[in-house]
């Protein structure tokens, strides 16, 4: 890859992780946590979120390609056996 397209994909990638830690913040204040305690829950909330989502993407993937495959009338033959 060069380096323009690793710079977008970077910068793209924080505001992303960035997005997740001022919703999480929001949800936490608006919970009722105050103080430090607020950067704790933002996080443990913005971790459990890139955990997820870092497993769901690429699971997702694999079951739309499984799913095309298994319609699609040309590739029947070559249906993937295991995710």
Known sequence: MSNKIKKILMILGLVLILAIAVTSSGIAYLSGVRGLGIIGI??????????????VIPAGILLVFMIKSALSSVHRARIPAHA
């Open 42 to 55: 933002s996080f443990l909330f913005t971790a459990a979120v890139v955990i997820v989502l870092a497993q």
